[in-house]
């Protein structure tokens, strides 16, 4: 991928229907090297899957860095594809992680959310994130995590408490942008 690039060879990565996506114009070689390995290997892999299974009506992806299998099937079994971002997972990784190929991570998200039938985000400041990234406004909904309380009966027995705590169970494990110092 790197000597493809440097010697010109690489003007676009191409989905499995056809469709071109070109490199970011801010790739630099390396990134550009990697992302045409990545694209080639493992994306492959999980293509590969999909295509081995017995078929879907709909594809329903959480997004994920540098995935787009789920994308490309879709394309090409012309079938719609939907995307679930439940936080805005370039910026995350670049905060609290170490975000390799960061050029390359963005214009996999930004086809993403353009290319995506529907965008089911988790919080309305994520509406905004899509549509900055490339998603267009009509393609995006707001369907929220967690549950109505009104679906659960209250406790028969009294919480270790004096009543004026309020108390989260919570199953999953916590990060620092769950932002556990605001509850």
Known sequence: GYYLWKAGGI???ILADGSPIPPATTLNAGSAGVQHFYSLLLNQTLLDRLTASEGFDLVYERHSLWSLAGLQYARREKIPF???VNAPLVDQQRAYRELEFEEAATAVEA???????????TTASLVDY???RGGRRSTVRVLPCGAGSHLFARRSRPRRSDG???VVGFLGTLKPWHGLDVL
């Open 11 to 13: 003007s676009a990565w």
């Open 82 to 84: 939907f995307l679930e």
């Open 111 to 121: 086809l993403l959310f353009e290319k995506a039938d529907r965008v089911f985000v």
């Open 130 to 132: 899509v549509h900055r």
């Open 164 to 166: 004026d705590d309020f």
